[in-house]
């Protein structure tokens, strides 16, 4: 599918003394914007009221634009790889402006349908191009420091929805003048949020229109100045060959990675989903929590800035590390840290709000550094696409994380009577997740030569420069 | 700009500090509000 010549890679090649640092806002300008995504509950209830449905029925939504995620950065991936990050950037821009669009017509309409169609499938199409979009550029631009390039783009996505949650209750404070967010038992109507979703859409729009516009790939052959890749250290699974994507998929690294990214993921989503309750049933004595309403919903916030913040440390440590022991860190660390929760997480609340902190760094980091995890197994030539195909595992843990939760928790008891020894069965089967990904990294190794491309295709010296 | 010369070019700091002023505002922003948000776990709750 060819492109608009505005958009063409060949344009946007940089010239000699273009400032790399010019890349990271291009793709925070992007991941900012689609990192709403994770700002749905700010609205969930205005949305159960306004079309008179069931808070699964909403939840619908988000569960839809996470698998339209993932399948998309898989079927588009090559797409993205061979038309560079301008072209995929700017559709990313148009697609999930278009779902807020098309879902703000649907609330204003009261078809829960269009919301459907529009922030769940068309937003998820733009979530799922717009998340690879500048991943295999930042690699490019930056093959001194790759886990630091992908950390600083995959914490603005933890970051969008930290910026998206307060800007959407100022802006239906505005829209509803009875709306107030203070009162928890205050709902914005549904027209403030059919306007709020028109305005978070136009926004968004020029937003990451503004990253299209100022990214640029390196020329071939460029690198940093000062920076040789034959004085870099040797590492047994950094490679400096290629693995197209459609041969990444038949080689049995991809899969254990899937796997890695699958149970990292899933852990940490059970902590992520119920995260409120959790503290509050984890320090409850009789009918009361010692833990109040208002103090649950900082710890929700805390998490979050944990999310981002592990998604930038960690990956950047993993420069220094390493891939395979970052992910040991993250696996490993994560069952010990999972079973002293499970054990003695009531016991303090410090305590509990540590060790969840840290577990949910470690869910954010396992984001941000498998790009390079990638790009040191395969190379750099259509990491963009292979990074998309893993990110199946994503949405695939979306449903299972949440389905292992509250199927475990379900049986335990009602929400809002439920103690700490309730959780323990449903933690205790995260820990073995996350053992089941500690043995898969352990059995990562370098790919086998078969699996290279030949190195005199012009694709591969030509993507392969960095 | 065309940018199939090979002619080198300087990226002005204006344009530098634009581009991360963009990203880094709204960043600040919402930093500054999740703070306030969690800063209520460590105020007796």
């Not at chain 1, 500048?134 to 930290?162: C, E, H, N, Q, Y």
């Not at chain 1, 978070?200 to 890749?229: E, N, Q, T």
């Not at chain 1, 038949?250 to 899969?255: C, G, H, L, R, Y």
């Not at chain 1, 292979?386 to 695939?396: E, F, N, Q, V």
Request: glycine content about 12%; hydrophobic content about 50%.
């Amino acid at each position: 599918m060819a492109v608009p010549s505005f958009l063409a890679r060949e344009r946007i090649v940089a010239r000699p003394g273009f400032n790399r640092w010019l890349i990271p806002p291009a793709a925070l300008a992007v991941h900012l914007c689609i990192g709403q995504v994770y700002a749905t509950s700010v609205y969930k209830a205005a949305l159960v009221k306004h079309f008179g449905s069931s808070l699964t029925a909403i939840g619908v939504v988000f569960s839809i634009a996470i698998v339209m995620l993932g399948l998309s950065a898989a079927v588009f991936g090559t797409w993205v790889d061979r038309n560079g990050p301008r072209a995929a950037m700017f559709t990313a821009a148009l697609f999930w402006s278009a779902g807020f669009l098309v879902g703000s017509l649907g609330i204003a309409t009261g078809q829960l349908w269009l919301l459907y169609l529009g922030y769940g499938v068309i937003g998820g199409i733009g979530l799922g191009i717009g998340y690879i979009s500048p991943v295999s550029t930042l690699i490019k631009w930056f093959p001194d420091r790759p886990g630091l390039a992908t950390g600083m783009a995959i914490m603005g996505f933890g970051g969008g929805a930290l910026i998206a949650s307060p800007l959407s209750r100022q802006l239906m404070t505005w829209y509803d003048s009875s709306y107030n967010p203070a009162d928890k038992t205050s709902v914005p109507g549904g027209s403030s949020v059919a306007l709020l979703f028109l305005t978070l859409g136009l926004i968004y729009l020029v937003f990451m229109m503004f990253g299209a516009f100022i990214v640029r790939v390196p020329a071939d052959g460029w690198k940093p100045a000062g920076w040789d890749p034959s004085m870099v250290k040797h590492r047994e699974l950094v490679t400096r060959e290629s693995v197209s994507a459609a041969n990444s998929i038949k080689t049995p690294q991809f899969w254990l990675l899937w796997i890695v990214l699958f149970c990292n993921v899933t852990a940490g989503i059970g902590i992520l989903e119920q995260a409120a309750p959790m503290i509050q049933d984890f320090f409850r004595n009789g009918t009361t929590s010692t833990v109040a309403a208002a103090a649950a919903a900082g710890f929700v916030g805390l998490l979050s800035l944990f999310n981002m913040g592990g998604r930038f440390v960690w990956s950047t440590t993993s420069d220094f590390l390493g891939r395979k022991p970052m992910y040991m860190i993250y696996l490993g660390g994560g069952m010990l840290l999972y079973i002293a929760l499970a054990t003695v997480g009531s016991s303090a609340t410090w305590l509990f709000v540590l060790l969840a902190a840290v577990i949910i760094s470690f869910y954010g980091g396992g984001f941000s550094t498998a790009p390079a995890y990638l790009r040191d197994l395969f190379g750099t030539f259509q990491v963009g696409a292979i990074h998309g195909r893993l990110l199946t595992a994503w949405s695939a843990a979306g449903v299972a994380g949440p389905l292992i939760v509250n199927g475990v928790l379900d049986t335990r008891g009602t929400p809002g009577e439920l103690v700490a020894g309730d959780y323990r069965p449903a933690l205790f089967i995260m820990v073995g997740l996350l053992a089941v990904g500690f043995v898969a990294n352990l059995l990562v190794k370098p790919v086998a030569a078969k699996w290279h491309e030949p190195s005199s295709t012009p694709a591969t010296t030509e993507r392969s420069a960095a | 700009m065309s940018q199939d010369s090979s002619q080198p070019t300087h990226t002005p700091a204006a344009l530098l500090g634009l581009a991360w002023a963009l990203v880094g505002i709204p960043l600040v922003y919402g930093l500054w509000q999740t703070v306030k948000t969690a800063a209520t776990l460590f105020a007796g709750g």
